[in-house]
């Protein structure tokens, strides 16, 4: 079978389309505001949500009904290759709002809570985190502790959640809680919509070593939760939270994977301008192999991204795939941004835009290499977050290799 991955006119002329467009409004929109700002990062991301959705272009993979284009899967992927080529705003805040928690209502929530939450999502009107690790349940999700007890029409919620990520700016929250303490691990354990502007609710930001606070501690102390609030059946968490994780795993990285075609490039330019005793760092044939070698397994990673897109897309939830696309992608970033750390050379020791440390040599650092410590020390949580490479590892020899399940 032949596959042609050249665009038809049909796709050409939508590329053009959102090409052009993306032109104007991403430079109409502007800069981010500076890091760790959160506030103020809400309100550009959530902005910049709302001039995508004024224009068409949000959620084109989502229901019409609900706020979305429906449009067919190869122009979501034209889409992302030219949003990844404008550099348009990272998603930010958005991100578990359109990348797991939406998708995961539109394939298990009631028509009342997908009437409810996808428009607003998609309007950039209300912000979603994730309540699924617990100090004593992160790779080992099942374990969770965090109680819910049913009152009337009300789940009573106690617990504590963490690393929920940018949950200070959140309005609501996917919550994973124990329904059945009796029940083994897997079977008592129910998918929550959390409101978290109410009391019983309390989110402590927690530092990193970027110096940022990119997730938070969120404390439940008698927090209620309507039984309407309910994704799926009572106990019947799990099978929904492994709806949920396949989109985080298989289809959320997408805009990152595509993003690393511009790293790539960007990577080209800081050796090319890198002088070394004798001319450029591009002058060594190996770091060009190494670049080559960069370049060539971004497009395969895009190609196994667009297989699972598709996946997803015909029957509504991304396969296993997802996991070897989350493991390479994850050891993928880590590598590039230790290139670039290494292009930076001494310039990188003591970074810190506008702080007036030096490199060494009396010259103050920029900003940009600045960006490219901080870009190297975030690039640690890759193999953690959405699930530690170990357990990619562990999922792809089971449920791809079909290797029997380990003691
Ligand atoms: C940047 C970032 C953002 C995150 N955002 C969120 C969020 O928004 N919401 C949320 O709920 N969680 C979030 N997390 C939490 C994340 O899902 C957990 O950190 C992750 O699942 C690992 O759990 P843990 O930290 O408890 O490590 P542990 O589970 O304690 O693991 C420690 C080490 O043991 C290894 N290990 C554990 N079990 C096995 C096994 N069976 N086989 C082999 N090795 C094993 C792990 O691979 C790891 O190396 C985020 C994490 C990061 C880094």
């Not at 706020?67 to 998603?91: D, H, K, R, S």
Request: net charge neutral; proline share 5%.
């Amino acid at each position: 079978m032949t596959v042609d991955l050249r665009d038809s006119a049909e796709e050409a002329g939508f590329r053009a389309a959102v090409r052009a467009w993306l032109a104007t409004a991403v430079a109409d929109y502007g800069p981010p505001p500076p890091a760790g700002d959160w506030p103020a990062r809400r309100a550009y991301d959530t902005g910049w949500q709302r001039v995508l959705h004024d224009a068409g272009y949000a959620g084109l993979a989502w229901p019409g009904e609900y706020g979305g284009q429906g449009l067919p899967v190869t122009q979501q992927l034209v889409y992302l290759e030219e949003y990844a080529a404008a550099g348009a705003p990272y998603i930010g805040v958005n991100f578990v709002g359109l990348m797991h928690a939406g998708p995961t209502l539109i394939a298990e929530g009631t028509d009342e809570q997908r009437r409810e939450h996808l428009p607003r999502i998609l309007r950039g009107g209300a912000v979603w985190c994730q309540g699924f690790s617990e100090p004593q349940a992160g790779s080992d999700l099942a374990s969770l502790r965090t109680r819910a007890v049913r009152q009337g029409d009300e789940y009573v919620v106690s617990g504590q959640k963490i690393w929920s990520t940018r949950a200070q700016v959140a309005d609501y929250c996917e919550l994973l809680v124990r329904t059945d303490p009796d029940a083994p691990k897997h079977k008592g354990i129910t998918w929550l919509i959390l409101d978290m502007h109410q009391p019983g609710v309390e989110v402590r930001p927690m530092r990193t070593i970027d110096g940022e606070s990119h997730f938070c501690e969120v404390f439940l102390d008698e927090a209620r939760v309507p039984v309407t609030n309910r994704v799926g059946a009572e106990n019947d968490g799990w099978r929904v939270t492994n709806v949920t994780l396949r989109f985080e795993r298989g289809t959320a990285f997408a805009q990152h994977i595509i993003t690393l075609r511009t790293q790539v490039r960007r990577l080209v330019t800081a050796a090319k301008t890198s002088r070394t005793a004798t001319g450029t760092a591009w002058d060594d044939p190996g770091l060009r192999r190494h670049v080559g070698r960069l370049d060539a397994t971004v497009e395969a990673l895009w190609r196994m991204t667009q297989l699972c897109i598709g996946e997803a897309d015909q029957s509504g939830v991304p396969s296993p795939l997802g996991s070897a696309i989350k493991l390479r992608f994850s050891e993928l970033a880590q590598e590039m941004s230790a290139l670039s750390l290494r292009l930076a050379g001494r310039r990188a020791i003591g970074a810190g835009p506008g702080n007036g440390s030096s490199n060494g040599n009396g010259a103050p650092i920029d900003d940009a290499t600045a960006e490219v410590v901080r870009d190297y020390l975030w690039s640690f949580q890759h193999t953690i977050a959405a699930g530690t490479s170990q357990i990619q590892r562990d999922l792809i020899a089971e449920r791809i290799l079909g290797v029997p399940k380990g003691r």
